[in-house]
Structure formats: structure tokens, C-alpha cells
């Protein structure tokens, strides 16, 4: 009957890989940087650039575009009902040293699915949306996640858009800068669904050669901000046993968080990224450093076993060398579960499509870690060569960029009745 005909039509029905790569190629021209890479950093003219490219091709699609208050958008296809809509998405704003595919894959395979449906003249029972949510990266504002953090509720509006970056402007003035602050009220209802396709930024899949990654959970993730204050002298005429160094400490900080992964182990990992001298100066003892710390587990207790040792080693640090330390969390994030239902989808649909799959944790941090916690929510992840991501040479093959959009499609026309 009908619905045997659909679904073998479905079932053959598969994306059009050279579109979708044309638009990987066209929004990566947007704020591209030498290498193939591209930096879009959130609420910047570059990010506006890429936001506006978006939506024209949303609009392009016959999708029904919204923008909220955050600055999220979304693109909604109509269903045969009306209602919640099944919903996938990443993010399209990007780190300085941004790859092409970090977040921009997933919001354009999306729109590849709605080609997909469109040309195929097929209408699904309930909506369909693409998403794309507000600094993603967390880079220049802090905590990373925070559109998707407004938008399921976790993150009150008031406080997203006073939050002051890293180059002393607040999210609220950038967003009104760009002409992102939208009329859609925050938090928003609960998607039906939600599923997020993305490049895995590690080396697991590539190393296996396995075709896709099935995303049981996103690891835990605390970021803080550690300002050591000392005192500034001369580099010459102060005596080592006199100097308040702000400067050294940084760097006992540092080391000491690398020895601190190695000790524990297992999924420990731990970064210093940002950090700033003052008065950063080749003859002045410095007065203050600001740096950044990056710890993350799968395993929350161990986690909290990582941030407790490094607040003890700024205790010995602070009596030691006579500084004061201030620390100040800017993310704090503990494990997330995917619904166990949606990882069977994933991986039964992939594995239909004679497509390897494996069961993983997630190292970095998405979108669908916030949208769980409102709907059933999982992820598919593609290899990235080498696992090198947050860096120009971040790669996935064409043929893995369409196997996962082949994936989500499948997926997609299952959770919304296709
Ligand atoms: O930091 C992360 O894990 C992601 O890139 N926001
Ligand atoms: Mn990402
Ligand atoms: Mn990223
Ligand atoms: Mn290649």
C-alpha cells in the first residue's frame, strides 16, 4: 500500500552530496583565513556575515524563519500536523583558528535533508526544523553553549546578555550590533526531537576507520578564570627572593595542570589556552596574569577529584610566593546522557545503510548536551582526519560528510513520520 511505498521511497531517498558540499565550500568563504580554515567568532560582523548566508538559504528552502532573543535561529518546514517540531542543528560561529566543518556541517546537512524532502516532494507528519544556536564556541563570551542554554531554560536571559567577553563587550550590545536580538520569546518549547550531526574533533573514528559515531554522552567540562595578582618590579634590581611574580605562578599553573591529567589518567584532560600578562613587559616583574583552565572528564566524580586538587595546589601556590589568586568559574558543565532510544535509531539506520558504527563519549562540548535535558536527544558523529579540529586542517572526507547526512536523513524521516 501507500505507506510500503513511502517507505521504500525513503529508504532509497539520499542527499545530494555535491550541494551539500558547495555549501560547506560557500560558508567557509565567510571570514575564511589562510589555510581553508575560518574564523567566525560569535556576534562578530563575520559571524553576522555567516548568520545572514544562512538564513538567506533557509528562506531559499521555503523554511519559516524565526530569531530569538539569544539570537538563536530557526528554520521550521511544516508538517502534516502542527506542533512541537523535530528539531536538528549545531552551531555556525567558530573559534580564531576555526576549521570548515566544527558546527557548520551539522546546521548544513540539515539544510541538505530539507532539499532532500523538498525535491522529493515528500511532507512529513510533524514539522521539521534546522538550527542554528548563538556562540556555540564560548570563546570570546563565556560559557560556551549559551544559546542553546537560553533556550532550554538552563541559562536566564538577563544573565546571557550581560555577560562581558573577553574584549570587554557584552553579548547584549553585540547582539543588538548585528541585528540578532529576535522577537522569539526565551526558553522555547521543547523540539520533539532533537538530533545534532557533527565532526567528532578527535581521532577515534579516523583511527578505527569507522564510518560513524553513535554518541552515547558528552563528557563533563569546567572552565575557570584564574587572575594571580603579585607586584610589579624591576626585572634587574629585584631581588629573586623579594619578587611577588605573578608571571611564574601562571606558569606553576600551567605545569601543573599537564602533570595533574597525567596523574589521574583515563579521560582527564586539562588545557591552559587564554592567558594575559600585565603590564607584559620584557623588563617588568609582572604584576598580574589571567589565564584560563580547560579540565574535563566523562566521570564527574573524577572531575570534581581534578578541580579540587588544582584548588588546593592555588592554596600552596598562594602561601608559597605571598600572591593573591582569584579564581571564577565561566562553564561548569557535569556528563550528559543521550537517550538510549536515539542511539538505537542512529546506529540501526546506519547500519542499514551498510555503514560501521561504534558507541562513544563526546570530548567536546555541543548544542545537543542542552536540548537533552528538554527532549530525546542524541548525536551522530563522522571521522575528522586525524582528529585535528579547532585548527584550519580540520578534514573530513567527502565520503564521510555524506554518509553522516545520509544518516541524519534517515533518521529525521523516522522521528517525523516521513
Ligand atoms: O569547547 C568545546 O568543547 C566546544 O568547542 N564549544
Ligand atoms: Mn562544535
Ligand atoms: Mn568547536
Ligand atoms: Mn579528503
Known sequence: GEREAETSRNTALRINGARLQQRIAQLAEIGAIDGGGCARLALTDADRAGR???????????LAVTV????????????????????TGSHIDTVRTG???DGNYGVLAGLEV????????????????VAFFTNEEGARFAPDMMGSL????????????????????TVGEELQRIAYAGPAPVPAAAPRAFIELHVEQGPVLDREGTQIGVVESV??????EIEILGTSNHAGTTPMALRRDAGWVAGAIIHFVRELAQELGGNQVATVGRIEFFPNLVNVVPN???LTVDLRNTDEARLQMAEARLAAHLDALRDAEKVDIATRSLARFAPVPFAAQMCDRIEHHARTQGLSTRRMPSGAGHDAQMLAAVCPTAMIFVPSVDGVSHNVREH????HIEAGANVLLAVLCELAGA
Open 52 to 62: 545572514d548566508q544562512v538564513c538567506d538559504w533557509m528562506r531559499e528552502l521555503g
Open 68 to 87: 530569538d532573543a539569544i539570537g538563536n535561529v530557526v528554520g521550521v518546514r511544516a508538517g502534516r500536523q502542527s506542533g512541537a517540531a523535530v528539531m
Open 99 to 101: 576549521g570548515r566543518f
Open 114 to 129: 530539507i532539499a532532500t524532502l523538498n525535491d522529493a516532494g515528500i511532507v512529513t507528519e510533524h514539522p521539521l526544523a
Open 150 to 169: 537560553v533556550y532550554t531554560g538552563a541559562l536566564p536571559l538577563g544573565e546571557a546578555l550581560a555577560t562581558r567577553g573577553i574584549d570587554g563587550t
Open 219 to 224: 563528557q563533563g567540562i569546567s572552565w575557570t
Open 288 to 290: 598580574r596574569a589571567v
Open 396 to 399: 573530513t572526507h567527502p565520503e
